[in-house]
């Protein structure tokens, strides 16, 4: 069993920057590949960055350039450094843990999910 706790999230003008954290407990994020999922109001929830449990990182070719996800094993965290904010990027965004996968999780194969933290990001 795995609890996601994610925080960080608030209102940014556009350019501006935020940094997420997702807090895990029960279990080492390093036997999960740790994944970002972002859902706008009356959207889906799309895929924006992950670590896989094997170290590689992939993004989202909407963020890539701009965000950066990173995996602290010492304090069992994962966080986004999300920079060049756009309003595009207005969301809740997800923490989510997927075991030892090997690729980029869709929504249907993650184990694991936080309750989401809002990002706000004004024009």
């Known amino acids: 069993q795995v609890q996601l706790v994610e925080s960080g999230g608030g209102l940014v003008q556009a350019g501006g920057s935020l940094r997420l954290s997702c807090a895990a407990s029960?279990?080492?994020?390093?036997?999960?590949?740790m994944t970002w999922f972002r859902q706008a109001p009356g959207k889906e929830r799309v895929f924006v960055a992950t670590?896989?449990?094997?170290?590689?990182?992939y993004y989202a070719d909407s963020v890539k350039g701009r965000f950066t996800i990173s995996r602290d094993n010492a304090k069992n965290t994962v966080a986004l450094q999300m920079n060049m904010l756009k309003p595009e990027d207005t969301a809740i965004y997800y923490c989510?843990?997927?075991?030892?996968?090997?690729?980029?999780?869709?929504?249907?194969?993650?184990?694991?999910w936080g309750q989401g933290t809002q990002v706000t990001v004004s024009s």
């Open positions: 989510t843990a997927s075991f030892r996968r090997s690729r980029i999780p869709d929504t249907s194969s993650v184990d694991y």
């Open positions: 029960g279990r080492a994020v390093s036997s999960y590949t």
């Open positions: 670590i896989l449990w094997s170290g590689g990182t």
